[in-house]
């Protein structure tokens, strides 16, 4: 969640003073380093569910993401992204 607020934030700060309508896309990247006790809790008890370790502890890496949209006016553009 915080890494679609930062994206939404700095598209804000790009396209604000864009005049230029159409397509656009973003390709992001980065390494990851968190905690993910919570998850990786869950994860172990749903791998005790089903009797086998179908889930990986989730520990950190590197983050990929792409995002596209389409700036429809200078005041209003919408966009996915997936990460």
């Known amino acids: 969640m915080r890494t679609f607020a ?3 934030l700095l598209l804000f700060l790009i396209a604000s003073p864009c005049k230029a309508l159409g397509p656009w896309i973003i390709v992001e990247g980065g ?3 968190y905690s993910m006790s919570d998850m990786n809790d869950y994860f172990q ?3 005790e569910l ?3 370790d179908f ?6 890496g590197p983050a990929f993401g792409v995002a596209f949209g ?3 006016s200078p005041s209003f ?3 996915l992204m997936y990460e």
């Open 70 to 72: 389409y700036i429809f």
């Open 31 to 33: 390494c990851s380093t």
């Open 77 to 79: 553009a919408c966009g």
């Open 50 to 52: 089903a009797g086998q």
């Open 45 to 47: 008890y749903l791998n």
């Open 55 to 60: 889930l990986d502890e989730v520990k950190g």
């Open 6 to 8: 930062i994206a939404a």
